[in-house]
Protein backbone atom coordinates (compact mmCIF):
# COMPACT_ATOMS: atom_id res chain seq x y z
CA UNK A 1 0.00 0.00 0.00
CA UNK A 2 1.71 3.31 -1.36
CA UNK A 3 2.11 6.01 1.40
CA UNK A 4 -0.88 8.59 1.71
CA UNK A 5 0.22 12.23 0.82
CA UNK A 6 0.19 14.59 3.67
CA UNK A 7 -2.31 16.94 3.81
CA UNK A 8 -1.58 20.37 3.15
CA UNK A 9 -2.29 23.11 5.41
CA UNK A 10 -2.51 27.21 5.37
CA UNK A 11 -0.63 28.72 7.87
CA UNK A 12 -1.41 32.07 8.84
CA UNK A 13 1.16 34.46 11.12
CA UNK A 14 -1.28 35.48 13.66
CA UNK A 15 -0.72 39.31 12.86
CA UNK A 16 -2.31 37.80 9.59
CA UNK A 17 -5.47 38.34 10.85
CA UNK A 18 -4.99 41.80 10.46
CA UNK A 19 -5.97 41.06 6.72
CA UNK A 20 -9.67 40.21 7.23
CA UNK A 21 -10.06 42.13 10.67
CA UNK A 22 -9.71 45.89 9.31
CA UNK A 23 -9.93 47.12 12.90
CA UNK A 24 -6.84 45.46 13.58
CA UNK A 25 -4.98 47.56 11.39
CA UNK A 26 -5.45 50.65 13.39
CA UNK A 27 -4.79 49.39 16.92
CA UNK A 28 -1.31 49.31 18.77
CA UNK A 29 0.04 47.59 21.48
CA UNK A 30 -1.08 49.14 24.57
CA UNK A 31 2.45 50.94 25.79
CA UNK A 32 3.73 50.37 22.49
CA UNK A 33 4.85 54.05 20.85
CA UNK A 34 7.60 51.70 18.47
CA UNK A 35 5.36 51.78 15.67
CA UNK A 36 6.99 48.62 14.64
CA UNK A 37 5.96 46.65 11.36
CA UNK A 38 4.03 43.63 11.23
CA UNK A 39 6.14 41.07 10.89
CA UNK A 40 7.99 42.50 14.10
CA UNK A 41 4.13 42.17 15.95
CA UNK A 42 4.23 38.50 14.59
CA UNK A 43 7.49 37.23 16.08
CA UNK A 44 6.33 38.68 19.33
CA UNK A 45 3.02 36.97 19.77
CA UNK A 46 3.85 34.59 22.58
CA UNK A 47 3.14 34.64 26.21
CA UNK A 48 -0.15 36.98 27.21
CA UNK A 49 -0.46 38.14 23.75
CA UNK A 50 -0.61 34.31 22.64
CA UNK A 51 -3.14 33.65 25.26
CA UNK A 52 -5.14 36.70 24.02
CA UNK A 53 -5.32 34.75 20.14
CA UNK A 54 -6.36 31.50 22.05
CA UNK A 55 -9.39 33.53 23.63
CA UNK A 56 -9.89 35.16 20.58
CA UNK A 57 -9.97 31.80 18.63
CA UNK A 58 -12.45 30.03 21.42
CA UNK A 59 -14.48 33.04 20.77
CA UNK A 60 -14.89 32.70 17.23
CA UNK A 61 -15.27 28.75 17.93
CA UNK A 62 -18.44 29.82 19.75
CA UNK A 63 -19.82 32.65 17.33
CA UNK A 64 -20.28 30.33 14.12
CA UNK A 65 -16.94 29.25 13.30
CA UNK A 66 -16.72 25.69 15.12
CA UNK A 67 -13.74 25.13 12.65
CA UNK A 68 -11.03 27.51 13.75
CA UNK A 69 -8.26 26.39 15.20
CA UNK A 70 -6.01 27.31 18.37
CA UNK A 71 -2.53 29.24 17.46
CA UNK A 72 0.63 26.22 17.25
CA UNK A 73 4.25 28.04 17.68
CA UNK A 74 2.35 31.43 17.22
CA UNK A 75 0.95 30.73 14.14
CA UNK A 76 -2.79 29.41 12.65
CA UNK A 77 -2.69 25.89 11.06
CA UNK A 78 -5.93 25.43 8.71
CA UNK A 79 -6.44 22.30 7.15
CA UNK A 80 -8.09 22.54 3.17
CA UNK A 81 -11.80 22.52 3.35
CA UNK A 82 -12.34 23.34 7.05
CA UNK A 83 -12.52 26.92 7.47
CA UNK A 84 -11.91 30.16 5.20
CA UNK A 85 -10.38 32.71 6.73
CA UNK A 86 -12.19 35.19 3.96
CA UNK A 87 -15.50 34.01 4.54
CA UNK A 88 -18.46 36.34 5.55
CA UNK A 89 -18.83 33.58 8.54
CA UNK A 90 -15.35 34.25 9.83
CA UNK A 91 -15.77 38.16 9.06
CA UNK A 92 -18.77 38.12 11.00
CA UNK A 93 -17.81 35.67 14.14
CA UNK A 94 -14.61 38.40 14.18
CA UNK A 95 -16.60 41.36 14.45
CA UNK A 96 -18.77 39.73 17.53
CA UNK A 97 -15.35 38.81 18.95
CA UNK A 98 -13.79 42.02 18.83
CA UNK A 99 -13.66 42.86 22.56
CA UNK A 100 -11.69 39.52 22.74
CA UNK A 101 -9.93 40.55 19.63
CA UNK A 102 -5.69 40.80 19.89
CA UNK A 103 -4.13 44.09 19.34
CA UNK A 104 -0.95 44.24 17.01
CA UNK A 105 0.98 47.20 16.19
CA UNK A 106 0.30 47.30 12.04
CA UNK A 107 -1.23 45.49 9.80
CA UNK A 108 1.11 42.87 7.88
CA UNK A 109 2.18 43.28 3.95
CA UNK A 110 0.24 41.02 2.00
CA UNK A 111 3.77 38.86 1.21
CA UNK A 112 4.05 38.39 5.10
CA UNK A 113 0.27 36.75 5.55
CA UNK A 114 0.20 34.95 2.36
CA UNK A 115 -3.06 34.63 2.68
CA UNK A 116 -4.07 35.52 -0.74
CA UNK A 117 -5.55 39.24 -2.06
CA UNK A 118 -6.82 41.90 0.29
CA UNK A 119 -10.38 40.96 1.37
CA UNK A 120 -13.60 43.73 1.11
CA UNK A 121 -14.21 45.52 3.73
CA UNK A 122 -16.47 43.53 5.82
CA UNK A 123 -20.66 44.09 4.35
CA UNK A 124 -23.44 45.11 6.81
CA UNK A 125 -25.13 41.68 5.97
CA UNK A 126 -22.25 40.02 7.61
CA UNK A 127 -21.87 42.61 10.51
CA UNK A 128 -25.41 41.23 11.47
CA UNK A 129 -25.10 37.64 10.83
CA UNK A 130 -25.36 36.23 14.29
CA UNK A 131 -24.69 32.43 15.24
CA UNK A 132 -27.38 30.14 14.37
CA UNK A 133 -29.74 29.46 17.98
CA UNK A 134 -31.18 25.86 18.25
CA UNK A 135 -33.88 24.64 19.62
CA UNK A 136 -36.65 22.23 19.91
CA UNK A 137 -38.29 23.65 17.31
CA UNK A 138 -35.06 22.33 14.91
CA UNK A 139 -35.48 18.88 16.30
CA UNK A 140 -32.69 19.33 19.10
CA UNK A 141 -33.82 16.80 21.89
CA UNK A 142 -32.67 18.28 25.14
CA UNK A 143 -29.62 16.59 27.24
CA UNK A 144 -31.17 14.41 29.95
CA UNK A 145 -34.87 14.32 28.40
CA UNK A 146 -36.39 10.52 27.22
CA UNK A 147 -38.60 11.28 24.47
CA UNK A 148 -40.78 8.05 23.26
CA UNK A 149 -42.02 7.16 19.83
CA UNK A 150 -45.43 8.29 21.33
CA UNK A 151 -44.24 12.47 21.93
CA UNK A 152 -45.65 13.60 19.12
CA UNK A 153 -46.02 17.23 20.16
CA UNK A 154 -41.72 17.47 19.94
CA UNK A 155 -41.04 18.36 16.29
CA UNK A 156 -38.29 15.88 16.50
CA UNK A 157 -41.18 12.96 16.60
CA UNK A 158 -43.97 14.68 15.09
CA UNK A 159 -42.32 15.87 12.75
CA UNK A 160 -41.00 12.17 11.32
CA UNK A 161 -43.09 10.72 8.12
CA UNK A 162 -46.11 8.71 8.88
CA UNK A 163 -45.47 5.82 7.82
CA UNK A 164 -42.22 5.65 9.70
CA UNK A 165 -43.84 6.83 12.73
CA UNK A 166 -46.31 4.52 12.72
CA UNK A 167 -43.90 1.21 11.90
CA UNK A 168 -41.94 2.89 15.27
CA UNK A 169 -45.04 2.81 17.11
CA UNK A 170 -46.51 -0.83 16.32
CA UNK A 171 -42.32 -1.61 16.80
CA UNK A 172 -41.94 0.24 20.15
CA UNK A 173 -45.61 -1.08 21.72
CA UNK A 174 -44.51 -4.82 21.21
CA UNK A 175 -40.79 -4.25 22.66
CA UNK A 176 -42.20 -3.33 25.61
CA UNK A 177 -43.80 -6.73 26.09
CA UNK A 178 -40.85 -7.84 25.90
CA UNK A 179 -39.25 -5.55 28.58
CA UNK A 180 -37.56 -3.09 26.56
CA UNK A 181 -38.46 0.58 26.22
CA UNK A 182 -37.79 2.74 22.99
CA UNK A 183 -36.00 6.08 23.59
CA UNK A 184 -35.65 8.58 20.58
CA UNK A 185 -32.23 9.84 20.74
CA UNK A 186 -32.62 11.74 17.30
CA UNK A 187 -35.70 11.89 14.74
CA UNK A 188 -36.56 14.80 12.49
CA UNK A 189 -33.94 17.80 12.07
CA UNK A 190 -34.08 21.02 10.76
CA UNK A 191 -31.52 21.82 7.75
CA UNK A 192 -30.07 23.94 10.11
CA UNK A 193 -29.74 21.60 12.74
CA UNK A 194 -28.05 18.86 10.20
CA UNK A 195 -25.83 21.58 9.26
CA UNK A 196 -24.64 22.60 12.76
CA UNK A 197 -24.01 18.41 13.32
CA UNK A 198 -22.16 18.41 10.00
CA UNK A 199 -19.63 21.16 11.40
CA UNK A 200 -19.00 19.68 14.97
CA UNK A 201 -18.45 16.57 12.82
CA UNK A 202 -15.65 17.97 10.75
CA UNK A 203 -14.05 19.51 14.16
CA UNK A 204 -14.41 15.98 15.97
CA UNK A 205 -12.92 13.73 12.78
CA UNK A 206 -10.42 16.13 11.62
CA UNK A 207 -11.43 16.40 7.98
CA UNK A 208 -14.77 16.96 5.83
CA UNK A 209 -14.05 13.10 4.52
CA UNK A 210 -14.01 11.61 7.52
CA UNK A 211 -16.89 13.48 8.75
CA UNK A 212 -18.79 12.14 5.80
CA UNK A 213 -18.44 8.61 7.53
CA UNK A 214 -20.78 9.96 10.55
CA UNK A 215 -22.62 13.05 9.41
CA UNK A 216 -24.68 13.40 5.91
CA UNK A 217 -25.40 16.88 4.33
CA UNK A 218 -28.79 18.98 4.76
CA UNK A 219 -29.58 18.10 1.48
CA UNK A 220 -28.91 14.47 1.83
CA UNK A 221 -29.51 13.71 5.35
CA UNK A 222 -32.77 11.01 5.79
CA UNK A 223 -33.24 12.96 9.15
CA UNK A 224 -33.93 16.75 7.69
CA UNK A 225 -36.62 14.70 5.42
CA UNK A 226 -37.91 12.61 7.83
CA UNK A 227 -37.35 9.37 7.07
CA UNK A 228 -34.67 8.09 9.62
CA UNK A 229 -34.27 7.77 13.19
CA UNK A 230 -31.33 6.99 16.00
CA UNK A 231 -32.85 4.88 18.47
CA UNK A 232 -31.72 3.87 21.93
CA UNK A 233 -30.64 2.88 24.05
CA UNK A 234 -28.76 -0.45 23.36
CA UNK A 235 -31.24 -2.98 23.84
CA UNK A 236 -34.05 -0.99 22.40
CA UNK A 237 -31.77 -0.77 19.14
CA UNK A 238 -30.60 -4.34 19.56
CA UNK A 239 -33.95 -5.45 19.31
CA UNK A 240 -34.97 -3.42 16.96
CA UNK A 241 -32.09 -5.46 14.63
CA UNK A 242 -33.22 -8.59 15.59
CA UNK A 243 -37.01 -7.96 15.55
CA UNK A 244 -37.34 -5.08 12.72
CA UNK A 245 -37.70 -6.59 9.52
CA UNK A 246 -41.69 -7.51 9.86
CA UNK A 247 -42.26 -3.74 10.65
CA UNK A 248 -40.21 -2.45 7.68
CA UNK A 249 -37.47 -1.25 9.82
CA UNK A 250 -34.33 -1.23 9.04
CA UNK A 251 -30.46 -0.84 10.16
CA UNK A 252 -29.08 1.12 7.22
CA UNK A 253 -25.41 1.63 8.26
CA UNK A 254 -23.14 -0.89 9.60
CA UNK A 255 -21.17 1.67 11.83
CA UNK A 256 -24.70 3.49 13.54
CA UNK A 257 -26.52 0.27 14.59
CA UNK A 258 -28.68 2.98 16.60
CA UNK A 259 -29.71 4.84 13.00
CA UNK A 260 -33.67 3.38 11.55
CA UNK A 261 -35.17 3.68 8.15
CA UNK A 262 -38.46 2.42 7.04
CA UNK A 263 -38.10 -0.01 3.99
CA UNK A 264 -41.56 -1.53 3.45
CA UNK A 265 -40.18 -4.45 1.51
CA UNK A 266 -38.87 -5.82 4.18
CA UNK A 267 -41.67 -7.46 5.75
CA UNK A 268 -41.58 -9.89 3.17
CA UNK A 269 -38.27 -9.91 1.95
CA UNK A 270 -35.74 -9.27 4.90
CA UNK A 271 -33.59 -5.98 5.28
CA UNK A 272 -31.28 -5.20 2.85
CA UNK A 273 -27.33 -5.39 2.90
CA UNK A 274 -25.71 -2.78 5.71
CA UNK A 275 -23.57 -0.22 3.86
CA UNK A 276 -20.57 0.57 5.41
CA UNK A 277 -21.40 3.77 6.60
CA UNK A 278 -22.76 6.42 4.65
CA UNK A 279 -20.33 7.45 2.03
CA UNK A 280 -21.41 4.12 0.27
CA UNK A 281 -25.17 4.83 0.39
CA UNK A 282 -25.79 5.93 -3.56
CA UNK A 283 -28.38 8.66 -2.06
CA UNK A 284 -25.30 10.49 -0.27
CA UNK A 285 -23.84 10.89 -3.29
CA UNK A 286 -25.93 13.92 -5.28
Not at 22 to 51: E, H, T
Request: hydrophobic share 35%; aromatic share 6%.
Amino acid sequence: MSKAKPKRTLTLPLVALAIFLPLLAACGKPGDSSGGSGAAAGGGAAGKDNDQFVKFAQCLRQNGVPQWPDPVDGKFRIRPGSVDPNSPQVKAAAQKCKSSRPLVASAPSRSSAEVGPPTRPISRQARLTRPTRLDEGDGVIPDGVAVSVFDEERPAVGKLAPDLLDALRRAATDAEADGVEFRVNSGWRSPKYQQRLLQDAVVKYGSPEEAARWVSTPQTSAHVKGEGVDIGPKDAAAWLSEHGAPYGLCQIYRNEPWHYELRPDAVVGGCPPLYADPTEDPRMRR
